[in-house]
């Protein structure tokens, strides 16, 4: 009985949210859809009460549910991540909601319950905990997708998104079927202790079958098709969410299924990872420079980056996975910035979202457009930026473990990508002022300057905090 | 070969043997609604291999959950559906060499996958677990259901929670104007709410 308490104890952030979730629907049907911004707010401060939960309770180890669950640095480092990320998006998509008079108090409860699903992702320590905790983060999604039903377009991008992400979850099934039956369990070490012995071509196989199924949720070539209709789709707020929590959780899971369990057929998987990391970056780059909506761009731009933090992941090991973490967690910081720019674009009649609709933004919103044009300079990769050492780390890890091609390939295509991002800049600072925006709203005022800050050389002294604890979080694996 | 063994061996080759070609009717049936019934037959078979398999409780899930609710519920979307084979059967020879070739690519993967069928040590010593002693299935099931994998129960139940709001924030609509019951108001309704008594002078209207 002991042990079950102190289960319970650790899965507290979890089990609280859940709870939190499933009050705060009671209380919305009770007060009906007036509630739904003042729900919003209690949301993100749960989740922000949870970040510090777990934030308090890093650097400990310890399994609960017979191993079911595993709760290390790594695991720490992803929640964090997600839980502030999610509470932002809530925080910062509360106006437009409001504004496009979609608010419920539904999509709170959705987003709280795809980062319960999320957390238990990136503890998952058995191949049931990965699929139930990819599930519940998965159907959430698709739900808020398809949330504004007024919309023929986000109607379409949640039917899409629910038709592919089904696909892309029996696959993972059949591969976890796979391993299962040559295992002969779903435990991560038992499972790390049958990958060791012989070559055993049925987990391979079911490897391979797994990591497609997850490379969809991380929009990797060639799963990535569901990416820019979905992006574009979907109302902003959503977008925001896709482009950021998800992406962590799911890079985080991987991470720890490849260097955890099979960390012994490491030969095998390099090559699949590879093979998806040129793809992405290759795509993601040519497939972005003909964009004319700023969703679609970030689409593009996050299947990119995702080839990028895939060169970490082949390389493999503690470096590979510190570089990872690392970069993942400037991409996290950036996209949210970027998205706070995106939610900003709003003018009398309603939102816009056509590129060209920024034109002149230097002259209309000084501001907006200094925090624009310093986030997508970042994440272009341009020194002396804070992006720029993001991608550096990775090369390192690459180049430390003999990807030296690999290496030289993501470092040529980042000058493709540097030119579409760089038009965007062009366009803010050098066409003619078009309508000007409305004031954006604190929160988002806020969020995009605080990202962009971070990405200047001046704020150079709190990227060793972080590369610290990346590297504290991929020790964890070893 | 006496009896006891005969026995089952015959049970496994009917079984599997009706399980085979009735699946093979499932797609190669022209109604859909045979379809289904073929299905429905199909689950049956394999019920009974899983029976002979000494998991009766997975049997009689599939028979009870398959057979009585998903089957009986894809039967009633096939009726009511208008489904027009000959139109359905279009694009059927533009698809073919796309999913033909498909086809031989996981025929292929089955075929080395099978070639090179060797269990690890340990899924070998997990296969030779005993079942629990001294209790049937649902008895080994009750015991580790709600302790061992409690965990599972919950988060399988939250991901049904998502389900079920998102079903409901999807579809249901507040339409303006439509007159709903209000048990409380319409108890509480005396007849001064409902009539107005109007002193109306003759030759002229209200």
């Not at chain 1, 401060?45 to 180890?61: I, K, N, P």
């Not at chain 1, 998006?89 to 008079?101: P, S």
């Not at chain 1, 990119?304 to 060169?311: P, R």
């Not at chain 2, 340990?122 to 994998?149: I, K």
Request: proline share 3%; with cysteine.
């Amino acid at each position: 009985m002991t042990s079950f308490v102190s289960n319970l104890v650790l899965i507290a952030p979890e089990a609280g949210l859940a709870i939190t979730a499933l009050v705060l629907l009671v209380a919305g049907a009770v007060r009906g859809e007036r509630a739904g911004g003042l729900i919003s707010w209690l949301s993100a401060g749960a989740l922000l009460l949870a970040a510090l939960w777990v934030m308090r309770d890093a650097g400990s180890s310890a399994q609960a549910f017979n191993g079911a669950l595993v709760f290390d640095q790594l695991a720490s480092f992803a929640k964090i991540a997600v839980l502030i990320s999610a509470a932002l998006v809530l925080a910062m998509g509360n106006r437009f909601l409001r504004d496009e008079n979609i608010i419920k108090y539904e999509y709170a409860i959705l987003v709280l319950l795809a980062v319960v699903g999320m957390m238990i992702m990136v503890s998952a320590n058995d191949l049931l905990s990965l699929y139930v905790g990819l599930e519940l983060q998965s159907l959430s999604l698709y739900v808020l997708a398809a949330f504004n039903r007024n919309s023929l377009r986000a109607s379409e991008a949640g039917l899409k998104y629910f038709v592919l992400g089904g696909l892309a979850s029996g696959l993972l099934l059949y591969g976890i079927s796979l391993i299962y039956g040559f295992a002969g369990t779903t435990r991560f070490d038992g499972v790390a202790a049958a990958a060791g012995g012989h070559m055993n071509m049925g987990l391979v196989i079911g490897l391979v079958f797994v990591l497609s199924g997850l490379a969809f949720k991380i929009s990797a070539v060639p799963f990535h098709m569901w990416t820019p209709d979905v992006y574009e789709g979907a109302p902003t707020p959503v977008t925001a969410f896709f482009a950021t929590a998800p992406k962590m959780a799911a890079i985080a899971l991987i991470a720890r299924l490849l260097n955890g369990p099979f960390a012994d057929l490491a030969g095998q998987w390099q090559q699949v990872v590879i093979g998806l990391s040129v793809l992405s970056m290759t795509l993601g780059y040519f497939g972005a420079i003909m964009q004319r909506n700023i969703k679609r761009l970030m689409a593009y731009s996050s299947i990119a980056n995702m080839g990028y933090a895939l060169i970490a992941m082949a390389a493999g090991g503690v470096v590979g996975v510190s570089a990872l973490l690392l970069y993942m967690g400037l991409y996290l910081i950036t996209t949210l910035g970027l998205f706070a720019c995106i939610l900003a674009m709003r003018q009398g009649e309603g939102m816009v979202e056509r590129i060209d609709d920024l034109a002149g933004l230097s002259r209309t919103r000084p501001g907006l457009a200094l925090s624009f044009s310093l986030l997508m300079m970042s994440i272009a990769g341009l020194p002396p930026l804070a992006g720029f050492f993001g991608k550096l780390y990775i090369f390192m890890a690459a180049v430390d473990q003999g990807l030296l091609w690999l290496a030289i390939y993501g470092a040529v295509l980042s000058v493709v990508g540097a030119f579409y991002y760089l038009r965007v800049v062009k366009i803010i600072w050098f066409d003619d002022p078009g309508p000007a925006f409305v004031a954006p709203s604190a929160t988002l005022s806020l969020t995009a300057g605080a990202a962009a800050f971070f990405m200047l050389p001046g704020a150079l002294w709190l990227l060793p905090a972080l590369e610290r604890w990346a590297q504290a979080a991929a020790a964890a694996l070893s | 070969m006496d009896l006891p063994t005969l026995l089952p061996a015959v049970a496994f080759y009917v079984f599997a043997a009706s399980a085979v070609l009735f699946a093979f009717m499932v797609v190669s049936a022209r109604n859909p609604v045979r379809s289904v019934l073929f299905l429905i037959m199909t689950f049956f078979s394999a019920a009974g291999l899983f029976v002979l398999m000494g998991a009766e409780f997975l049997g009689m899930v599939l028979i009870m959950v398959y057979v009585g609710a998903v089957a009986v519920l894809f039967l009633f979307v096939v009726m009511m559906l208008d489904i027009d084979n000959v139109e359905l059967k279009q694009g059927f020879a533009d698809y073919m060499p796309l999913g033909g070739l498909l086809g031989a690519i996981l025929a292929v993967e089955l075929i080395v996958l099978g070639s090179s069928w060797a269990f690890s040590d340990t899924a070998q010593s997990a296969r030779l677990a005993p079942m629990p002693e001294g209790g049937d299935n649902l008895g080994a099931f009750a015991g580790v259901l709600y302790t061992d994998y409690a965990f599972f129960i919950e988060a399988a139940g939250l991901v049904l929670l998502v389900a079920m709001s998102g079903a409901v924030v999807l579809t249901s609509y507040h339409k303006k104007g439509v007159k709903r019951q209000n048990i409380g108001e319409q108890v509480a309704r005396r007849a001064e709410d409902g009539v107005t008594l109007v002193d109306v002078e003759p030759g002229q209207g209200i």
